[in-house]
């Protein structure tokens, strides 16, 4: 029977422990000394371990999510040999990611694979850093036609793609993975959202080559063009802040809310500038604003859920709030939610 609601049931997070300080950024950008703070609010950025790949970013958030999900009807302590069980309870998995294991098989059959969900639908959404909403939008829509869970992992790692010598890149993006259980639910959970996408902005930021339009050659390479570029970085901004400004007061009117009606909001983690001016035009009080950017620094998609499971372990949310998420990103691409825990 197609179900009326879903619902977050768990989260997990993964990032690597080891952090880049701004003083290197800063030293192989040619930057003045407490030039990425005053400009980001970052103070390092997680950086995985070279002989890590995204799909162990995700399968390591996630199978924390599964074992949280698994956990809240039984009792018994969870192993990793133990997640096969939940096989018959996780109908699908969906990974949001900019940058799989290879261009060629998707990422997301091999996290399923390793999580012991066995041949449930898995696949990779490309989104950048809306991916987790867009995810998230789908998961919606499957817990209901379905009456199945559905896994979402947002993970990146993002070290590989930027340009260690460009300020623009080098400096925000980071490394992480964050997940979420949906679950078909008889009470509202996911409340509202709105997706929406503006590819008249698709050449702002970008990694140029590697794709069907410009495949690898000889010349990639050398000239850096496998990493990614930003060539308008101030209209990005201004979308950023635009967009997520609109479609989160959308998501609201949509449910007759106000800004006092939201208990906490969870925005994409771009740049601190790009949220205070979000928060500015949304009305909302500094107490209700999740910044984890200074510690995460920009996973991309995975700087929401991560966000969502670092301010449940500090008690910032808990269930029964009101959340409000929005996320804008390269494509150029934004969506907002509002859900309650």
């Known amino acids: 029977m197609m179900q009326r609601h879903s619902r977050i049931v768990s989260t997990g997070r993964f990032v690597p422990s080891y952090r880049q300080a701004n003083s290197e950024v800063e030293s192989n950008c040619d930057l003045e000394s407490g030039w990425i703070k005053r400009r980001t609010g970052i103070d390092a950025r997680p950086i995985a371990d070279s002989s890590h790949a995204v799909s162990d970013l995700a399968v390591a958030a996630g199978s924390i999510a599964l074992q949280r999900f698994w956990e809240q009807d039984r009792t018994i302590e969870l192993v990793q040999s133990d997640l096969v069980e939940m096989a018959p309870e996780i109908g699908m998995l969906i990974l949001a990611t900019s940058t799989p294991d290879f261009l060629l098989p998707p990422t997301a059959p091999d996290v399923a694979s390793q999580l012991g969900l066995g041949t ?7 989104v950048a850093c809306s991916g987790f909403l867009y995810a998230l939008q789908l998961a919606d829509h499957f817990c209901k036609a379905e009456s199945k869970s559905v896994l979402v992992i947002a993970a990146n790692v993002l070290s590989r793609r930027v340009s260690p010598t460009d300020p623009a ?7 992480g993975a964050g997940a979420i259980v949906v679950s ?11 997706l929406e996408s503006d590819g008249t902005g698709s050449s702002h930021l970008k990694i140029p080559e590697g794709g069907s339009r410009f495949p690898f050659n000889k010349e990639t390479f050398a000239k850096g063009r496998h990493l990614m570029g930003v060539e308008n970085g101030m209209a990005v901004f201004r979308y950023a802040v635009e967009s997520m400004a609109r479609l989160g007061q959308e998501v609201m009117d949509a449910e007759n809310l106000t800004s006092a009606d939201i208990d906490f909001w969870i925005p994409h983690q771009a740049n601190r500038r790009i949220i205070e001016s979000v928060q500015s035009r949304l009305g909302l009080r500094d ?34 709030d009101k959340v409000l998420l929005t996320a804008a990103a390269a494509g150029l691409t934004s969506g907002a939610a509002v859900i309650k825990l």
């Open 169 to 175: 890149s080098a400096a925000i993006f980071a490394d």
């Open 184 to 194: 078909p639910s008889d009470s509202e959970g996911i409340m509202a959202m709105k």
């Open 120 to 126: 449930v639908p898995a696949f990779d959404i490309a």
């Open 287 to 320: 107490g209700k604003v999740g910044i984890t950017i200074e510690k995460f620094a920009n996973s991309s998609a995975a700087t929401i859920p991560i966000a969502l499971d670092y301010f449940f372990e500090k008690g910032k949310v808990k269930r029964g």
